[in-house]
């Protein structure tokens, strides 16, 4: 039982105050634990507060008189919340936390909270990957909803400066991501369309609508399907509380295809009618706007030699590579000084780093290598290049739209699959392309010409078929119309 106690877990929590509660004493050391952990799980500003409490409030209330907690004396409210779950009176130890909550988001740079609920306004607010970007299917849905929905106000988020201007530039209305404005719209907001996790002090209310649009098909384990988590002073227990939380708030998620949603069903626990098999808005580009003319456009626009061919190198991020909370490093294993060597003549490469890793790659001396992880749209880096090389990461699932070869450098996979994530399939299996694992056999395969015969095999042609059925260049105008039939079926049931 030792392992489970402590954690910020329901179960935990209830583990911990039932097996102290149970004990005939209690030693200091094990006090200072019980005040240390009690101190995080009663921070007015944490979400899951009386999820944990409520559950056996009787063995709560006698422990806190048994190890005698108390708050500082300045704490005023804390210590008339704390006297009222000693008594068991956990009504107006409620109340009294929800006013400390508003207390301390009213002091806050960021939070803002309402004790009340406001009334439901027409806004859609859209977010895509955390505010560093204004792309993926989020993009896509804003176009389509603003034209649909005039009489709707459309936000995006942006946590970016650079970014900000740019949407200025095309009067698109912005929110700048964890400030108090962020947190009043999504309060506000009617419809949430989001591609990653949202924070959980932003509380989703029942006559709000949250479109989970997710940003891959599931190669890698995810969620309650992982079985090792490796990511640093978070246990498999607390990491799957977290996320399970996250996703009962999703009213659907999108999914590429009926693959995509087995997997996504087990690993985010959803029902059948959760999940929108409608494809991804974000690959109607790769269909739409796949030809030669757009592609010379997009070199032109990023400064990429025009008479050169791309090469998209696209890793994923390390679980158990953080810098800190969401951010991660990138080492990159490609010798750079022997693809200079060997195919500097005829080929650039373009690096395009997971949103998730946290610094500015340095290629400064490399005049045919370029870091183009800041770059808005991914798709524009996928319509422009010639072959995409990538590891784990979901994205060959969207290039292979494209038809055109992708390898695989793959230069840890067993640490990957055995000790990382772990994969939905053997790693091997249906790859539409061949895998590496040192720098110079990739290189020596590009130099050969041997991967322009990539795409004409049988195995990349049954791939798109399992995978990419969906991929039609209308899954934008099918999500749109889900959501506005949505908004119009409610407005006649009020």
Known sequence: MKEKL???????????????????????TSKEKLFYYFNKVFNPLFPYKFDFILENRCELSILLKRIDYKSPKKSIFKNLEIKAMKKGNYKYSYMISQFRKLLS????????????SEKIDNIIIYESFNGKSFSDSPRMLYFYLSKALP???????SDNDTLDEQLAHLNIETVKKNTKTYFELYNNAKVWIVNTRLSPQIKKKSNQLYIQTWHGTPLKKLANDQTVISIPDVTLEEYLYGFNKETSRWDSLLSPSEVATERFQSAFNLENDQILTLGYPRNDDLINLNNADYAYQLKQKYNIPTNKKVVLYAPTWRDNDRVDIGQYNLKLQIDLEDFNKQLGNEYVLAIRAHYLVSEHLN?????NIYDLSKANDVNELFLMSDTLITDYSSVYFDYANLHRPILFFAYDKDAYANDIRGFYLPYEEELPGPIFKTSEDLIAHIKSGEYEKIPHSEEYKAFTHKYNYLDDGEATKRVGEYIMSTLIKEKEFQ
């Open 6 to 28: 402590f954690l910020m877990t329901e179960d935990s929590f209830n583990s911990t105050v039932a097996f102290y509660s149970n004990k005939e004493q209690i030693d200091s």
């Open 105 to 116: 988001t009213v002091r806050s740079a960021q939070y803002s909270t309402k004790i009340f």
């Open 151 to 157: 009489e709707y106000k459309h936000v995006v988020v």
């Open 363 to 367: 290629l400064d001396r490399y005049d």
